[in-house]
């Protein structure tokens, strides 16, 4: 079998594209982030305030990794972290002015790449996908 024949390059192929194409309109648009940030940013828009361990898990990134992209998002004044006060041995991690504005900006441009991704699969194909793709993770979790 040739590499371009297994589904696991393709799926890598299709994300390395689109992480390209949306990184670049990003960094064109005057806005300097990696993958990471962009992870982050995109779990504290739908739920500020994760403690640090959820965000941990939500995210998908080492302990190590994550601390440093927060120590970094936190110097660029995009996060702070709060006590955590049902655990004081955890931090909350919330969005600044500077990190909520962000999403009017950033997720415009990663929506219209997406689109553009997508155009010609029609939204029944794309179900498919979607289900296919969380069936393909959760077998993954269980070992």
Known sequence: MKLDDILGFKLYKVT??????IFHQFFESGIDINFEQWIILNRLWDEDGLV????LQKTMQTKGNLARTLKKMSE???????ENEEDQRSARIFLTKKGQQLKTKLRPIALKRLAHATDGISASELKTVHRVLEQMAENLKRG
């Open 76 to 82: 660029e004044g995009l996060i702070s972290k709060k």
């Open 52 to 55: 640090q361990n959820d965000l």
């Open 16 to 21: 390395s594209l689109l992480k390209g194409q």
